[in-house]
Nanobody, 124 residues
Framework: QVTFEESGGGLVQPGGSLRLSCAPV????????IGWFRQAPGKEREWLSC????????TYADSVKGRFTISRDNDKKMVYLQMSSLKSDDTAVYSC?????????????????WGQGTQVLVSS
């Protein structure tokens, strides 16, 4: 089975920070761009960020630019999403997925191997 295992979610107060992690299951991480996504209740899945296969390129959605940072460690086979200045609107299930290419792509349809996600709740 080709998928991801995400972790690091939880309850955080507005203005706080969290670091999410995702680990690949069933495939080699280093050949693919990886994207982070989120889905809030009643809303469509939203692309947040992408990192190229070797980490040289990162891209962000406007909604998280300047607050979230994506990174990867191919030796450790991990991808991270550092989130800061969290707002209630950031409440969602966060998941990562494998891009179809080694370079970044914002099109959700070009991603696969979705994990089940990790819940982030931003609330006081």
């Amino acid at each position: 089975q080709v998928t991801f295992e995400e972790s690091g979610g939880g309850l955080v107060q507005p203005g706080g920070s969290l670091r999410l992690s995702c680990a690949p299951v069933g495939f080699m991480l280093e050949y693919s761009a990886i994207g982070w996504f989120r889905q809030a209740p009643g809303k469509e899945r939203e692309w947040l960020s992408c990192i190229s296969s070797r980490g040289g390129t990162t891209t962000y959605a406007d909604s998280v630019k300047g607050r979230f940072t994506i990174s990867r460690d191919n030796d450790k086979k991990m991808v991270y999403l550092q989130m800061s200045s969290l707002k209630s609107d950031d409440t969602a299930v966060y998941s990562c997925a494998r891009g179809a290419h080694s370079y970044c792509d914002e099109s959700t349809s070009n991603y696969s191997a979705w994990g089940q996600g990790t819940q982030v709740l931003v609330s006081s």
